[in-house]
């Protein structure tokens, strides 16, 4: 079975520090790697992707590193702020329709 | 654009009940999706469509029924609705484009008793 493995679950940090999530995953067909960011009472919205091919990518405070070799990628917010707490997902997309596979998800709050 | 819009957003059902969830969205997606969350396992795949007319199971399609007339709608059907139905139900929608990520709805949150 295709699994994504999401790590910690829960998460606190204070205003200005460094959030890291990392995700492990076992099926080398995966192609395409996203974040998604989720309010509650929301759905969750892309946040920022990599390919494989990419070691990292880093959109504003955000952050994607990707260990090919490893199978694992990690997410990192710089200067986390209080409106960065949310649930966070990674997710690897395989087949012909794009389907996406998703990590079990990490809370983070972001503390004053 | 309204995106991708999901009725009900709340729903109670009785076992045994059935229902539909509605789906659309106006960004001309020819990828649809359904997904389960359910707290602590992350979105679950239930059914998906790569246009009109062509649906496949995902990974947890045991309950639940969809069709694809048209581009725009994706609905899920409960036959027979059960407790370990209750979930929040996402729809989502992308282009066939490589790279582009899904737009969700806002969630439909069932809950069977």
């Known amino acids: 079975q295709q699994q994504v493995k999401q790590s910690p679950q829960s998460l606190i940090v204070q205003k200005g520090g460094i959030s890291i999530i990392n995700c492990a995953y076992e099926n080398t067909a995966f192609d395409y790697f996203p974040w998604y960011q989720q309010f509650p009472g929301k759905g969750p919205a892309l946040l920022i992707a990599i390919r494989p091919d990419v070691s990292e990518k880093k959109e504003g405070r955000f952050t994607i590193s990707f260990n090919k070799s490893a199978k694992q990628f990690s997410l990192h917010i710089m200067d986390s702020q209080p409106g960065d707490s949310a649930t966070y997902f990674c997710?690897?997309?395989?087949?012909?329709?794009?389907?996406?596979?998703f990590g079990t998800g990490t809370r983070l709050q972001v503390t004053l | 654009n309204a995106g991708v819009t999901q009725t009900p957003k709340f729903r109670i059902l009785k076992i045994g009940q059935s229902m539909t969830l509605q789906c659309t969205q106006d960004m001309n997606h020819n990828y649809m999706y359904w997904y389960r969350q359910d707290p602590g396992m992350g979105l679950k795949l239930i059914y998906y469509s790569v246009g009109a007319g062509i649906t496949d199971k995902g990974e947890v399609p045991n309950g639940y029924n969809v069709s694809r007339s048209t581009t725009e709608d994706f609905p899920l059907r409960l036959e027979l609705a059960a407790p370990s139905q209750t979930s929040v139900y996402f729809c989502?929608?992308?282009?066939?484009?490589f790279g582009d990520g899904y737009t969700f709805g806002s969630g439909t949150r069932l809950t069977v008793v």
């Open positions: 997710a690897a997309r395989t087949g012909t329709a794009s389907k996406l596979t």
């Open positions: 989502a929608s992308s282009s066939a484009g």
